[in-house]
Structures are given as C-alpha cells and as structure tokens.
C-alpha cells in the first residue's frame, strides 16, 4: 500500500522559515521523482520543486532562492525547506511521487497529472 504523509505545516509569521516533510512507503522510492505542490484556497495547484533520484532538483520562480526541496533515501522521505516566508505562500502543500521517473530539471516540475501518488496536505499559513 502505497503512503505519502506530509507533516510541518503551521501558522506562522512572515519572514520566518518552516520544514515540510514527507514520509513514503509501498513504492521504490529511490527511483522515484517526488514533487511538492500546494494550492491556495480558489486556485489551482501549482508546483513549487521537484527532486530527483540523483538529486538534482527544480523550482517555481516564486519561490526560487526561498525553498530547497531535498531527500532522504535512508528514511524514504523528502524535505521542503522553506525559508523568508510571505502571506502569498500560505496554501495546503502536498508532496506526490512518480516511480521510476527522471526528469531534466530545464524542462521544469512535472505536471500535477502526470504524478502516481499524492499526500493528503498540510496547512501553512502564513500572516503579516
């Protein structure tokens, strides 16, 4: 049974910093490519980073220079750092896994559609 579980969503001030987590199972996550993504109330889901299994990882420019998405095979799991936080990243996050997929980072994250597996969310909110 496949599992992806986010946790580390909060409320928070602008300016400060949370880490994400993703905790998998049931699938080969060495293989696999993991995104995050989020979506605010009234809009579309849009992808924030994208890792994958060699490391090599791409970013929305909203957030670029702010988040770094990292992995750990050892735990199955997978980070989103997020740091100088503003109210506009405030949204529900999810983390989504494709296996056995690698993708250029130059042709940016994979479409929400084309992931497998999805997490269920969690909340960041953040106020000014």
């Known amino acids: 049974q496949v599992q992806l579980v986010e946790s580390g969503g909060d409320s928070v001030q602008a300016g400060t910093s949370l880490r994400l987590s993703c905790e998998t199972s049931?699938?080969?996550?060495?293989?696999?490519?993991i995104g995050w993504f989020r979506q605010a109330p009234g809009k579309e889901r849009e992808g924030v980073a994208a890792?994958?299994?060699?490391?090599?990882?791409t970013y929305a420019e909203s957030v670029l220079g702010r988040f770094t998405i990292s992995r750990d095979s050892a735990r199955n799991s997978v980070y989103l750092q997020m740091n100088s936080l503003t109210p506009e990243d405030s949204a529900m996050y999810y983390c989504?896994?494709?296996?056995?997929?690698?993708?250029?980072?130059?042709?940016?994250?994979?479409?929400?559609?084309?992931?497998?597996?999805w997490g269920q969310g969690t909340q960041v909110t953040v106020s000014s």
């Open positions: 049931g699938f080969a996550f060495k293989l696999a490519y």
């Open positions: 989504a896994a494709r296996p056995l997929h690698w993708r250029g980072v130059g042709a940016g994250i994979l479409p929400a559609s084309d992931f497998e597996y």
């Open positions: 890792i994958n299994a060699d490391d090599t990882s």
